[in-house]
């Protein structure tokens, strides 16, 4: 079973989240979500085996400028992960097709994501599910204040 989020999954997703973005923390991840469950513009959806959420995806509205895309609003996949032990049984693709039809439901024509470039693994999800690489980019910061 596939669900949009509530206020009861905090703790499960930003359980889920830290192994994805291990250097967060967690209760800054979880006041995340809580706002989350407060925001019109963004979402996550939790797959289920049982009672045990074993993934969730999360999808924003992008009104700014969204590399490859023309129109506005975006709905963007932000983040995606699914338990080891339950991977390459098509539970991310489900959840990425229900983040799309959230993007529908919200008046989104375009649906958009990223990697980093050396996220081999990432980038062959992405392109097996249907999205079509638009760019490449490498960022640049500079520290101006000492």
Request: hydrophobic share 40%; net charge negative; with cysteine.
């Amino acid at each position: 079973m596939i669900r949009e989020m509530t206020i009861t999954d905090v703790s499960a997703l930003a359980a889920m989240a830290l192994k994805i973005w291990d250097s967060d923390d967690k209760d800054e991840l979880e006041q995340e979500f809580i706002d989350m469950t407060r925001d019109k513009e963004s979402t996550c959806f939790i797959k289920f085996i049982g009672d045990k959420a074993i993934g969730f995806a999360n999808a924003s509205l992008r009104h700014d400028y969204v590399e490859g895309c023309e129109t506005s609003p975006v709905a963007y996949l932000e983040a995606i992960y699914v338990d080891e032990e339950h991977r390459h049984l098509g539970y991310a693709k489900d959840l990425v097709n229900r983040c799309e039809e959230w993007g529908r439901e919200h008046d989104a024509k375009e649906f958009a994501s990223d990697c980093i470039l050396t996220n081999n693994d990432s980038y062959k999800f992405h392109i097996a599910i249907g999205f079509k690489e638009v760019n490449r980019i490498i960022c640049f910061k500079k520290n101006i204040i000492e």
